[in-house]
Nanobody, 127 residues
Framework: QVQLVESGGGLVQAGGSLRLSCAAS????????MGWFRQAPGKEREFVAA????????YYGDSVKGQFTISRDNAKNTAYLQMNSLKPEDTAVYYC????????????????????WGQGTQVTVSS
């Protein structure tokens, strides 16, 4: 069982930055790929970024490529999402998710593939 807790969300002006953290409990963090998703009101949950276990290969959604950076610290059981140059359209609830022993760039982009989820953290970008 993996429990995930996100933090770091808040209100920021357009052009600003935030760093989200996802703290994981349990012994399997180092062998779990981590994903970040977001969901705006009335929209489907959208893939933002993922980082694999092992080699820490990163994948990004097209809308955030070059703007967001995902990373992980296995010693701290924590994944991060650095968000720069934020825009009002980045406003959403951001969720982290974990999937054990998977490095597929296709599967890690689908929310349906992740069995473990955090409660989400709100990010609001004002114009």
């Amino acid at each position: 069982q993996v429990q995930l807790v996100e933090s770091g969300g808040g209100l920021v002006q357009a052009g600003g930055s935030l760093r989200l953290s996802c703290a994981a409990s349990g012994r399997t963090f180092s062998t779990s790929s981590m994903g970040w998703f977001r969901q705006a009101p009335g929209k489907e949950r959208e893939f933002v970024a993922a980082i694999t276990w092992g080699l820490s290969i990163t994948y990004y959604g097209d809308s955030v490529k070059g703007q967001f950076t995902i990373s992980r610290d296995n010693a701290k059981n924590t994944a991060y999402l650095q968000m720069n140059s934020l825009k009002p359209e980045d406003t959403a609830v951001y969720y982290c998710a974990a999937k054990h022993l998977d490095e597929s760039s296709v599967r890690l982009r689908s929310p349906l593939q992740y069995p473990y989820w955090g409660q989400g953290t709100q990010v609001t970008v004002s114009s």
